[in-house]
């Protein structure tokens, strides 16, 4: 009982760094402007790579690797959290994007346009909140809102030689 409450304490703690993190980088991307002296354009490429490699992307791993634990170690294997799982991998998507924002930022100096923040916190809030609302509420969904394809063993070999272990 006490291994679920700290996973579940490390994944909230890590969750909350992690969607703090991709609203802040959204907000810190569109403050890039190629009429800045080279002194502030470097200082805030620095603060936006810095914060990406060394807070968000850490926060992201520890807050799915603590996610998939609490998941086996709670056996949480309802509908409603495969719909979670949809949410968490457009975050994963919105994550990816501001990836490849800030590192085109330091490539192209005063070229890239980085994504307008309203469309990246358009795409990540409802996200964020579509994650959160399914964790809290827990909605009973029929067993058949999955696919037929996914409710069932397809009784097929690993497409592999080797047999995991």
């Excluded at 579940?8 to 402007?33: D, E, N, P, R, S």
């Excluded at 959290?81 to 975050?91: N, Q, R, S, T, Y």
């Amino acid at each position: 009982m006490e291994l679920i409450v700290g996973l579940k304490a490390l994944h909230i703690t890590a969750l909350v760094l992690w969607c703090a993190g991709l609203l802040a980088l959204a907000l810190m991307l569109q403050a890039h402007h190629p009429w800045h002296s080279q002194a502030d354009y470097g200082r805030l490429r620095r603060l936006t790579h810095y914060s990406y490699i060394r807070l968000v992307t850490p926060a992201a791993v520890v807050a799915i690797a603590a996610g998939t634990a609490l998941a086996f170690a709670r056996g949480v294997f309802e509908p409603w959290f495969f719909l979670k799982l949809a949410a968490v991998g457009l975050l994963v998507c919105v994550h990816a994007w501001l990836g490849v924002a800030v590192s085109k930022i330091g490539e192209t100096t005063g070229r890239h346009v980085p994504p307008k923040a309203w469309l990246v916190l358009g795409v990540a809030l409802p996200a964020m909140a579509a994650a959160l609302l399914l964790v809290l509420a827990k909605p009973a969904l029929p067993g058949d809102a999955l696919p037929e394809v996914l409710q069932s063993p397809r009784y097929r070999s690993l497409p592999v030689d080797e047999t995991p272990i």
